[in-house]
């Protein structure tokens, strides 16, 4: 059985039809969901209701997983494998976390756009997200194209762009919401990391520009030089024309290519319930050789 791809929006997300994550994907189809990534950057699986161990089963074709950086906190109380990233609003007895829970105003930081683990030296290649209990409105996710942004930028400004090199780190990211509150073990391991500006996607060709919310400075430039031009980038690179909303169902996974989009989420109301499980797939190398 082969599977249907249909384009979402002119330019990024596709919805994939015709399989069935319970069960073990043969290789051709592995394959093709490759290939629609690489051509889409952002794949909607509907009707996909999975449990965590078929959702880690079948993020592992596709690469090395990542585990989930909350681990670092030594009083952290997992509610999921630490293969999965719990993107809920619940704490570790299934409750909704409290308006002051540090847990969630450090998540508060996901409504920025950005890329995922991009702080870290080597970042998320693909990020897959299953809806498990959705709000009953709001919580969106949004996808913007950095390919097409980079397409859209004047031939200028893309020649300034090639081979800068940004700096990336979570205490960036979390100071522009006022978020603080880390211990002096988790700064140590916040220090930041270096990633390119520009990329050249392996599987498209097509080059894109590598922005997130994690970066902060730009090396060889001044601070508040860096800060306003990946302001205007991300201005730039969030223009509707180059955003795909998608609206939850439960049962959708959806799948994206970190190293040419950004996303973001959306607020929701939090009295409501949102539990969604991410695998995550790491990309393997860095973008910036350890040497440098
Ligand atoms: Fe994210």
């Keep these: ?8 929006h002119p330019t990024i997300g596709a919805r994939v039809t015709g399989l069935d994550l319970r069960e073990p994907a043969p290789d051709a189809t592995i394959k093709a969901i490759e290939d629609a990534i690489n051509r889409h950057a952002v794949l909607v699986f509907p009707g996909q209701r999975i449990t965590d161990e078929q959702q880690i089963n079948f ?10 950086v909350k681990a670092y906190r030594s009083d952290f109380r997992p509610r999921l494998d630490l293969r999965v990233s719990d993107v809920s609003n619940l704490d570790h007895n299934n409750q909704i976390r409290a308006n002051n829970d540090r847990l969630r105003l450090n ?4 409504r920025l756009w950005h890329s995922d683990s991009s702080f870290k030296r080597i970042p998320a290649r693909f990020s897959l997200l299953s809806a498990r209990t959705i709000p009953s409105e709001g919580g969106e996710t949004q996808f913007a194209d950095m390919r097409a942004a980079w397409d859209a930028l004047p031939d200028k400004m893309k020649a300034q762009l090639e081979g800068l090199i940004c700096e990336h780190t979570q205490l960036f990211s979390r100071a522009r919401i006022g978020f603080t509150d880390w211990s002096d073990e988790e700064r140590a391991k916040m220090a930041p990391v270096p990633q390119v ?21 730009i090396r060889s430039m001044e601070e508040p030089e860096a800060r306003m031009l990946l302001l205007d980038l991300t201005e730039h ?3 509707p024309q180059f955003v795909y909303t998608h609206r939850w169902t439960v049962g959708d996974l959806v799948m994206w ?3 040419c989009t950004m996303h973001r989420a959306r607020a929701y109301d939090e009295a409501e319930v949102r539990d969604m499980h991410r695998t995550t797939v790491s990309d393997g190398t860095p973008t910036v050789p350890e040497a440098a």
Excluded at 59 to 68: C, D, H, I, K, V
Excluded at 197 to 217: C, D, E, F, N, Q
């Design 1 to 8: 059985m082969s599977i249907t791809v249909e384009p979402l």
């Design 59 to 68: 993020s592992a074709r596709l690469g090395t997983l990542e585990t989930t």
């Design 257 to 259: 290519d970190n190293r």
């Design 237 to 239: 690179a969030t223009q």
């Design 107 to 110: 998540g508060l930081g996901n």
């Design 197 to 217: 500006l520009v990329r050249t996607h392996p599987g498209s060709g097509r080059k894109s520009i590598y922005l997130s919310s994690h970066a902060g400075r």
